[in-house]
């Protein structure tokens, strides 16, 4: 069983910056993909970004593009989610999804590819 942590959200002016993390208790796994989705009030669970652990590869939801930066420890199995030029749009229960294997990219948007989910973290954007 794989557990993940999610640290890093909180409250942000519109505009402004928040990074999110996510670690997995479980550093076995030779090759993974790890994941952001976001919920907000009234809406559908929506893909934001995604990194394998093999080959550099990361993916971004079309909202969030050139505004949100996914990166990695693989050392770690840690996860980072920079996010610039916040907008009240962002605003979201944010979580962490985690593979232990390394999901091929016309699957990453797809809920039910995932194996582990954290248990949400919230971002706030005030305008």
């Known amino acids: 069983q794989v557990q993940l942590l999610e640290t890093g959200g909180g409250l942000a002016q519109a505009g402004g910056s928040l990074r999110l993390s996510c670690a997995a208790s479980?550093?076995?796994?030779?090759?993974?993909?790890m994941g952001w989705f976001r919920q907000a009030p009234g809406k559908e669970r929506e893909f934001v970004a995604a990194t394998r652990s093999s080959g550099g590869s990361t993916r971004y939801g079309d909202s969030v593009k050139g505004r949100f930066t996914i990166s990695r420890d693989n050392a770690k199995n840690t996860m980072y989610l920079q996010m610039n030029s916040l907008r009240s749009e962002d605003t979201a229960l944010y979580y962490c999804?985690?593979?232990?294997?390394?999901?091929?990219?016309?699957?990453?948007?797809?809920?039910?590819?995932?194996?582990?989910w954290g248990q949400g973290t919230q971002v706030t954007v005030s305008s």
């Open positions: 479980e550093r076995t796994f030779s090759t993974w993909t």
């Open positions: 999804a985690f593979a232990p294997r390394g999901l091929i990219f016309g699957v990453w948007a797809l809920e039910k590819s995932w194996d582990y």
